[in-house]
């Protein structure tokens, strides 16, 4: 066999293992988060554009879903398109683009079919993430004017990380969220992806004041000072990005 061979084999059967234990604690989703550098001017909605006629509705029909769309309101803004595919499994995640590339109307397109000297987009970026034991699956708000706030949590070591999220799963913090009137979307571990360890979860707001008031009742918890001041949890994020997100018209999520 072929290095390249080789490492391909290897890293699909570990994905595979990761899949089966997943597929063993409830059948937890897969996320994977693309991050679209876009065209300035009058190409900047090319993605947009091929997502709301032609990829979403592409993409359902083979099973993933549902598909969120964001842009970007307060934080790191470039990649200026944030896309969130929700997969059932991780065969949906290896084969997905053969997938789509059967699909007539999909494989056909234009965007699909640029050329080199005249790309849809400039690069995207993806990280996939298993979601957390004690949500196993994202949980799509109602569609109403809202915001998502995306925030990522690094650690220094995979122990560390583990420990995390321990927190939110047997610690309880995913329950003193819901309980203090935080409305989680999804949690979820990245197991490929930039800036690893991490784990990466989001929350959905009406608005910036709602969402400064919610945080507000949380923060002055009995529980979560309780679980904050835990010992056995000290230490394990050492850094934390934080992005407000807007949906566009035609996002699923």
Same mark, same amino acid.
């Given at each position: %066999?072929?290095?390249?061979?080789?490492?391909?084999?290897?890293?699909?059967?570990?994905?595979?293992?990761?899949?089966?234990?997943?597929?063993?604690?409830?059948?937890?989703?897969?996320?994977?988060?693309?991050?679209?550098?876009?065209?300035?001017?009058?190409?900047?909605n090319?993605?947009?554009?091929?997502?709301?006629?032609?990829?979403?509705?592409?993409?359902?029909?083979?099973?993933?879903?549902?598909? !969120?769309?964001?842009?970007?309101?307060?934080?790191?803004?470039?990649?200026?398109?944030?896309? %969130? &595919?929700?997969?059932?499994? &991780?065969?949906?995640?290896?084969?997905?683009?053969?997938?789509? $590339?059967?699909? *007539?109307?999909?494989?056909?397109?234009?965007?699909?079919?640029?050329?080199?000297?005249?790309?849809?987009?400039?690069?995207?970026?993806?990280?996939?993430?298993?979601a957390?034991? *004690?949500?196993?699956?994202?949980?799509?708000?109602?569609?109403?004017?809202?915001?998502?706030?995306?925030? @990522?949590?690094?650690?220094?070591?995979i122990?560390?990380?583990?420990?995390? @999220?321990?927190?939110?799963?047997? !610690?309880?913090? @995913?329950?003193?969220?819901?309980?203090?009137?935080?409305?989680?979307?999804?949690?979820?571990?990245?197991?490929?992806?930039? %800036? %690893?360890?991490?784990?990466?979860?989001?929350?959905?707001?009406?608005?910036?004041?709602?969402?400064?008031?919610?945080?507000?009742?949380?923060?002055?918890?009995?529980?979560?000072?309780?679980?904050?001041?835990?010992?056995?949890?000290k230490?394990?994020?050492?850094? @934390?990005?934080?992005?407000i $997100?807007?949906p566009?018209?035609?996002?699923?999520?």
């Amino acid at each position: %066999m072929k290095r390249r061979q080789f490492l391909t084999a290897a890293g699909l059967a570990g994905l595979a293992g990761l899949g089966s234990a997943a597929a063993a604690e409830g059948k937890r989703e897969y996320f994977e988060l693309r991050r679209y550098r876009t065209h300035v001017g009058s190409k900047k909605n090319l993605v947009g554009n091929f997502l709301r006629e032609v990829g979403i509705p592409a993409m359902n029909r083979i099973g993933i879903g549902p598909v !969120g769309v964001f842009n970007a309101k307060y934080g790191p803004s470039d990649p200026t398109l944030y896309v %969130m &595919l929700v997969h059932k499994s &991780l065969e949906s995640v290896v084969n997905a683009s053969s997938k789509l $590339l059967a699909d *007539d109307k999909f494989r056909s397109s234009d965007f699909v079919n640029a050329s080199l000297s005249d790309p849809g987009y400039v690069r995207v970026e993806s990280s996939l993430m298993v979601a957390f034991k *004690d949500m196993p699956r994202l949980e799509a708000p109602q569609k109403k004017p809202r915001i998502f706030e995306l925030r @990522i949590y690094e650690s220094h070591s995979i122990k560390a990380a583990k420990k995390k @999220i321990e927190m939110f799963n047997e !610690g309880g913090e @995913i329950a003193i969220f819901k309980k203090t009137g935080l409305t989680p979307v999804f949690f979820g571990e990245t197991i490929i992806g930039p %800036m %690893m360890p991490n784990l990466t979860y989001m929350l959905t707001f009406d608005d910036l004041a709602d969402r400064d008031k919610k945080w507000s009742v949380f923060a002055g918890s009995p529980e979560w000072k309780k679980l904050r001041s835990n010992p056995a949890y000290k230490d394990t994020v050492s850094n @934390i990005t934080d992005i407000i $997100l807007r949906p566009t018209p035609y996002s699923q999520i």
